[in-house]
């Protein structure tokens, strides 16, 4: 049982370039969520997925898209990088919508945009 | 909205010393609360977490417990060692939010032996 497995781990991107972020998890969850964490902030929510083919908006989700076709995959998708884009990228999922779920995060993508 | 606020890091202390990481929230309804840790190059993972008021969560000789009349769920340990050395953050969610996380802004912690 791996978890949530992310890659990159790193990557450096230049200005106006594209990339996905890859992220599994094994757990069955039908939550997915996408974080980024910017140097000496908490987490902020970019999108998250109720379920495969089911996606929304976070907190900051401009420059970003996500799809989700099947329960296990919530890749992220990064067009035009921009420095402002430069943070790490979380991938996390947990099971059902209560609201007292753990969440399950993945190691992270480092991503420096040059 | 929803905000979570957490005391300003870094914290530093020594090895044994008693720790607490204040954590309020502001929230429109009843939240869940949760301590999330970071040890060094590493995704998040649930230390505790605490689904109602007045409700203790523990975990690795940590505590916190959920006062609704102070919103509040402040972090504390006893007795600290050096491999506590982590960020910290706190965070909450709502039924009606889809279990999205506010988190707050974190705290180092770095303990010396």
């Known amino acids: 049982n791996a978890g949530v497995t992310q890659t990159p781990k790193f990557r450096i991107l230049k200005i106006g370039q594209s990339m996905t972020l890859q992220c599994t998890q094994d757990?069955?969850?039908?939550?997915m969520y996408w974080y980024r964490q910017d140097p000496g902030m908490g987490l902020k929510l970019i999108y998250y997925s109720v379920g495969a083919g089911i996606t929304d908006k976070g907190e900051v989700p401009n420059g970003y898209n996500v799809s989700r076709s099947t329960t296990e995959d919530f890749p992220l998708r990064l067009e035009l990088a921009a420095p402002s884009q430069t943070s790490v990228y979380f991938c996390?999922?947990?099971?059902?919508?209560?609201?007292?779920?753990?969440?399950?995060f993945g190691p992270g993508t480092r991503l420096l945009v040059l | 909205g929803n905000s979570v606020t957490q005391m300003e890091g870094p914290v530093t202390l020594s090895e044994e010393a008693f720790l607490t990481i204040n954590c309020t929230y502001t929230a429109t309804g009843y939240p869940s609360l949760f301590w999330y840790v970071q040890y060094p190059g590493e995704g998040l993972q649930l230390l505790l977490k605490?689904?109602?008021?007045?409700d203790k969560g523990s975990n690795k000789g940590f505590e916190a417990t959920y006062r609704k009349e102070t919103t509040s769920f402040h972090l504390e340990k006893g007795s600290v060692q050096v491999s506590d050395s982590a960020v910290y953050f706190c965070?909450?969610?709502?039924?009606?939010?889809?279990?999205?996380?506010?988190f707050g802004e974190g705290t180092q912690l770095t303990v010396n032996p």
């Open positions: 605490a689904t109602k008021a007045d």
């Open positions: 757990m069955n969850h039908n939550y």
């Open positions: 996390a999922s947990s099971y059902g919508s209560g609201g007292g779920e753990t969440q399950y």
């Open positions: 965070a909450l969610t709502l039924g009606t939010s889809g279990s999205r996380l506010t």
